[in-house]
């Protein structure tokens, strides 16, 4: 079985197992749908961007804009439950879980992109049951931020005090969050790249029905603009005779710097020695395609059935041979001329 090596850590990937545990403990995040907060009082809010006089039907923040270059903006929260409730309201940075998952940094760790690019007018708000505010906030393009796509999101939470199994109070926060969408003109380096294919196969040496082989590999976005596209895991034997072909995958949006984590499984793909599995990727952006990329790794399918039927005719082959020479042998002790001695002659 070959690992083949995985792709470079950036700072978001080296936090990704720690960010999504961080989010489970610390709450739901939810784009951009109401959230419900659990508990008897059942809060809802929702947070949208919005305008001067209210929201306007828009889903997501977009922008593109110059280095140094701000603009401002509206955003809504609205208090839908039939009781007042504190919501807190921080923006910070996105980045994609490895499961797809659209992701950003939990509040214990400050953004250093365009979250940090974000002012708030305030950090809380107190909402009466049944009504909003509409908030503006500005977005300020530093200079030396590199080109290409910047992705973040303002965060609308609600924290509550919890007991827990043991008796234990413990405050959980529960948020939801608008996306923000900011690219940063200058040169666009769209790339991605497949890596870290690992194949493992269930090779039991008494063949059962339902063999598998199952293919995990990882879709990176190595370029500066968020990324999406197809894949298809094709598995080939000797001499490239192509075994298996999976379906073709929908891949979710990979952003900057980040990578997603996918697996594909086979059954019945004969054990014919070694198999090489070969991802096919065809990925784009929001403008064109990209060259298609490919990446590959290999395991050992020993042909066990195979095998132990050509050991069994080497075993018959070798006894019939044996045989046959025990027989020669049995024939030649058998034979009485074949022990029979010239007469000797006496002379005179």
């Not at 919890?162 to 234990?168: A, L, N, P």
Request: glycine share 8%; aromatic share 6%.
């Amino acid at each position: 079985m070959t690992d083949h090596s995985a792709f470079r850590t950036g700072p978001a990937r080296r936090v990704g197992a720690f960010l999504v545990t961080a989010l489970a403990l610390l709450g739901t995040l939810t784009l951009p749908t109401p959230a419900h907060a659990a508990g008897a009082e059942d809060p809802t809010w929702t947070l949208v961007p919005s305008s001067p006089s209210g929201p306007k039907g828009r889903k997501q923040f977009d922008y593109e804009l110059s280095v140094t270059e701000q603009i401002t903006d509206w955003f809504s929260v609205s208090n839908l439950g039939d009781k007042p409730i504190k919501v807190d309201l921080y923006p910070t940075d996105a980045f994609t879980a490895l499961d797809g998952g659209f992701a950003l940094l939990p509040r214990s760790q400050a953004p250093s992109d365009v979250g940090s690019w974000i002012k708030l007018p305030r950090a809380t708000v107190t909402l009466p049951a049944g009504k909003r505010t509409d908030m503006p906030f500005r977005l300020a393009v530093p200079a030396g931020a590199a080109p290409g796509d910047h992705v973040g999101g303002i965060v609308a939470a609600v924290t509550e005090e919890q007991v827990g199994k043991d008796g234990q109070r413990v405050y959980v926060e529960r948020r939801i969050g608008a996306r923000v969408y900011l690219r940063v003109a200058g040169p666009l380096r769209p790339a991605a790249a497949v890596g870290a294919v690992r194949v493992e196969y269930d090779n039991p040496v008494v063949p059962l029905p339902g063999e598998r082989m199952t293919v995990t590999y990882r879709i990176a976005n190595t370029g500066n603009v968020r990324i999406s596209g197809r894949a298809r895991v094709q598995v080939h034997g000797p001499l490239g005779v192509r075994l298996a072909t999976g379906d073709l995958i929908d891949l979710p949006e990979v952003l900057p710097d980040s990578e997603i984590r996918l697996t594909q499984e086979f059954a019945h793909v004969l054990p014919v020695g070694p198999l090489t599995a070969t991802v096919v990727l065809n990925a784009q952006t929001t403008k064109e395609p990209l060259p298609s990329q490919e990446g590959s790794g290999s395991v050992l399918a020993v042909p066990w059935a195979l095998l132990g039927l050509l050991v069994l005719i080497l075993a018959v082959v070798a006894y019939r041979l044996w045989l046959r020479r025990a027989r020669r042998l049995v024939s030649r002790t058998d034979d009485p001329f074949t022990d029979a001695r010239e007469p000797e002659r006496v002379g005179r």
